[in-house]
């Protein structure tokens, strides 16, 4: 066998190990799932029309067209985060050593936990959009848009995962790392989720324009909703690329130092 067919092979034993223990202990997956739900049956439903007026519109029809792309996100950054928990339960409680003394792939572990990470996100994500359709959300999209949002959320699934798995490596057990993502996971508030920047006291205002989650909001509202979206479309690809590029090589390093050959 060549090695990358070795490689291949022992990440594909990885995956099955991390899908067997989603399926075993299915709260984090279910909890990346809820919260997002939950938020978006409050914000639609309890202040649908009171904001709805606030961004234009003049029902919770019109406001949850505006408010579901943003709750997209949360559900792609609360799925990734769990891959911290995942990541630091291995590092911390030995099974990385035992597997030091078998001839896997040191790159099978982590390769596992990204790709078991991203399947499990995008079915939370396809939930919380089917939520959405439910309570009112009707895409004015082409085949074609969609099919570029759904890019754009696997590339951002991809590049919030390698953050992920950096933020597990840094944590010193499972609690850590469950506390540390928070702020990411909830990063979309604090841009043109629930009402516009333009809304928003100036200093806010200022953040909220320049973080990497609200072009990426922007482009797939645009693409969800026929809207047109300027360059929030490459921004949002330079954003998860350079996401993805700065997790992959941190956490490559952080393995390295802490499972050394």
């Known amino acids: 066998m060549t090695t990358f067919t070795l490689a291949a092979t022992d990440s594909a034993t990885m995956l099955r190990r991390n899908l067997r223990h989603a399926l075993r202990y299915p709260s984090l997956t279910i909890g990346g799932m809820m919260t997002p739900i939950l938020i978006l049956l409050l914000f639609v439903g309890v202040f649908g029309n009171a904001l709805g007026d606030g961004v234009g519109g003049t029902a919770k029809g019109d406001y949850i067209g505006y408010v579901t792309p943003g709750i997209i996100l949360m559900a792609i950054a609360s799925g990734c985060m769990s891959t911290s928990v995942a990541i630091c339960m291995d590092m911390t409680e030995g099974i990385v050593d035992r597997f030091r003394t078998m001839a896997i792939s040191r790159s099978s572990l982590l390769t596992g936990h990204v790709v078991g990470s991203m399947i499990q996100t995008m079915i939370s994500t396809a939930a919380v959009i089917g ?7 009707r895409t004015h999209g082409s085949v074609l848009d969609w099919l570029a949002a759904i890019g754009l959320m696997l590339l951002l699934t991809f590049a919030l995962t390698w953050v992920a798995v950096t933020l597990g490596l840094l944590a010193k057990n499972p609690e ?29 205002r200022w953040f909220a324009e320049y973080q990497p989650f609200t072009p990426i909001i922007e482009a797939i509202r645009g693409l969800l909703t026929g809207s047109p979206n300027g360059h929030d479309a490459a921004l949002s690809v330079a954003w998860c690329v350079g996401l993805a590029i700065v997790g992959y090589m ?10 050394p050959r």
Not at 131 to 137: I, K, L, P, Q, T
């Open 250 to 259: 941190c956490s490559k390093v952080l393995f390295n130092r802490k499972a």
């Open 176 to 204: 850590g790392a469950s506390n540390t993502p928070l702020i990411i996971q909830f990063l979309p508030f604090i841009g043109s989720t629930i009402v516009p920047p333009e809304s928003m006291p100036t200093g806010v």
């Open 131 to 137: 939520v959405a359709v439910a309570m009112g959300f």
